[in-house]
């Protein structure tokens, strides 16, 4: 069972793969990349959102709503050195939908159909192209066009999130769809990947069981938790958990999460955005006197202060 961690604008940064890469998942994406600003030569999307030490073996999910632009941007990555290239068509954020990326790619199938033909054609043949889409959007519900067309094209994988483009992140991802899905007739060199409301391995292994997968593509539950990669991995393998972290590591994790933040972007950004982090890091921890603690950390500017204060936690 192949364990992939999804791009997350904000949280997959150069950062936070750094602390990911330790646990060993199959494939890591970078944040979300926008296909007119990377052709644009923007300059945070290259030095930042881009920023990678294993291009071979991390990949990049591009948006975008242009046939032309999606093309050229899935050749500018490859030239810059990735070969692990995936099309967003499931991202329900409303400001990339009503420009016609994401999830609203969904119900333009001729359109897709083309743009694989045309990415086929130029990019190397060792480059590995996938697809993650939702079950639906709009009148679209019928996500199994695609599975032909990964078919049709010997993409590496498609990735199924189990809720509809207006859904956005409300009510449960539909696993019942996902799993149907699964057992569709395809090729054994496409892989299918699963993916939403994975959040503990536990509840994975439960929620996958009676699917036919080859993977599952790890969200929002791997934010301030990269221990999961590793539980889910004991779990399918030995089936039991083994790495529990105990408050020292999670200290430690967190201080060289904290270390790459200020190499990669500064002090007083790293002040900033280890934020976010702090109680999805601890929230195993999370006592009202510790609670107490990181609402007070998190209110620190001065990072010096913000790291003697975790190690205080």
Wanted: some cysteine.
């Amino acid at each position: 069972m192949k364990i992939y961690i999804s791009p997350m604008a904000g949280y997959t940064d150069y950062s936070y793969r750094k602390i990911l890469k330790k646990f060993n998942p199959d494939l890591l994406f970078t944040e979300m990349i926008n296909a007119h600003l990377l052709n644009k030569n923007d300059k945070i999307t290259e030095n930042e959102l881009l920023k990678c030490d294993d291009k071979i073996n991390e990949g990049v999910q591009i948006f975008g709503h242009d046939k032309e632009n999606i093309v050229n941007a899935f050749l500018k990555a490859e030239k810059i050195g990735f070969k692990n290239l995936n099309l967003n068509m499931g991202c329900p954020q409303p400001k990339i939908i009503k420009k016609g990326a994401g999830s609203a790619l969904l119900p333009k199938i001729e359109l897709i159909d083309n743009l694989l033909y045309e990415l086929k054609e130029k990019l190397d043949s060792k480059t590995k192209l996938s697809l993650k889409i939702r079950i639906g959007y709009r009148s679209f519900s019928s996500p199994e066009l695609y599975i032909k067309i990964a078919d049709k094209y010997g993409l590496d994988f498609i990735c199924v999130h189990g809720r509809t483009g207006e859904q956005f992140y409300k009510g449960n991802s539909d696993w019942n769809i996902v799993s149907r899905l699964s057992y569709l007739p395809r090729s054994e060199t496409l892989d299918f990947i699963g993916n939403g409301d994975l959040f503990e391995a536990e509840q994975i292994v439960n929620t996958i069981t009676s699917s036919n997968l080859n993977g599952v593509m790890l969200s929002r539950g791997i934010i301030g938790n990269p221990w999961l990669v590793t539980q889910l991995k004991e779990l399918l393998e030995t089936g039991k958990i083994s790495s529990f972290p105990d408050l020292n590591t999670i200290k430690n994790t967190v201080l060289k999460h904290i270390e790459y933040l200020i190499e990669n972007k500064g002090k007083i950004i790293a002040s900033l955005e280890i934020n976010k982090f702090l109680k999805p890091y601890f929230k195993n921890f999370l006592s009202e006197d510790t609670n107490q603690k990181l609402k007070e950390i998190i209110t620190k500017k001065d990072i010096n202060k913000k790291i003697q204060s975790i190690i205080n936690i």
